[in-house]
């Protein structure tokens, strides 16, 4: 039997919830003719379409809390990106949403973001704010809609609108969104919000896994927070006066603890997610846009739990003095790049020289150069343009 596109697409007419996606509901590309596989649907394409691009591969070596070369057993935005669509594909599962469409908005989340993670974003947007700034959901758009040129009549790959509404959409703790071209009065449709809190529950979860393994944190030292209470209730893990003296835990132990705080985020956001929707009598993924609030949420109490978590890392690790000094060093190499290719133009390379010159500003097209670098190309450029002993 061949499951053609056509039989797809009639399984997600019978399977997914009233409020979920249906591709062959979609609004369509953005330019044509353009038609769709016979094996695949609108969603899956544009989630293959994304995988296959040259940004997605640059993820391997951008940083998300420690740079690439600190150890290869630490998260990258490539890693990060891949546990968040498993995250977001699990809970689209069991609320009956479009897990493809899913999957391609968590893939595409972190297109734009820059080597050295949020410093240097930070950098970016300081080193442009009187050029338009720089915001990596922004660039991530620019980049499935300009930047990525594989095809003959179209830059961008020519998503459906709803993969570039989730991405337009992507709005966390940490992100704004900016959708004033895709319907700014309606919220996400509910695969883009689980995209959304996918990533913040993979951030949480997976930034605290490589603070306990760097030794940037010590698990005695979070005996005290709610959510570390509950985990360890949930696992029967005591706290004895060893522990809490050593302040580490042993990597089984650190797993398993990682493990269990993903099941309860993700089984409570399910429940609590699940009342929201039947409470409101959500029928149709319009009615899902049109609420005053987000649909997708953690229940009241786990609510205060992550944010007194949020807050926690937020002094103790994204604070701590090695990533302080990660930091001002990120800011030190994309600070001198950028000067060096702003006033001496001639060092960067052609391609980057005519896009400024026939489409965009030299600020701009440095800034997109700088934005698609590597942790280690950068770094390696800055050893090329600075050190006398590094052949150009």
Known sequence: MIFSRDLLEE???????????????????????????????AFQRDRDRILHTTAFRRLEYKTQVFVNYEGDYYRTRLTHTLEVAQIGRTIARALGANEDLVEAICLAHDLGHPPFGHSGEATLNRLMDKHGGFDHNRQSFRIVTELEHRYPNWLGLNLTWETREGIVKHETEYDVADAHDFDPDKRGHLEAQIANIADEMAY??????????????????????????????SLSLPLDTVLLR??????????????????????????ATHARLAAASVESVEAVQRLPHNVIGASEPLAVENREMKQYLFQNMYRHYRVARMEAKADRVLSELFTAYINRPEQLPPSVRERAEQTLTLQRAVCDYLAGMTDRFALDEHARLFDPYVRP
């Open 204 to 233: 949480t979860a997976h930034d605290l896994d490589d603070g306990l393994r760097s030794g940037l944190l010590a698990f005695g030292d979070l005996a005290n927070l709610a959510l570390v209470r509950r985990l360890r209730a």
């Open 11 to 41: 399984r997600e007419a019978l399977n997914l919830a009233p409020y979920g996606l249906k591709s062959r509901d979609s609004r369509g590309r953005a330019y044509g003719p353009d038609p769709e596989p016979e094996d695949r649907t």
């Open 246 to 271: 050593a302040g580490q835990i042993d990597d089984l132990t650190r797993h398993r603890v990682i493990r269990r705080l993903i099941g309860i985020e993700v089984d409570d956001l399910v429940q």
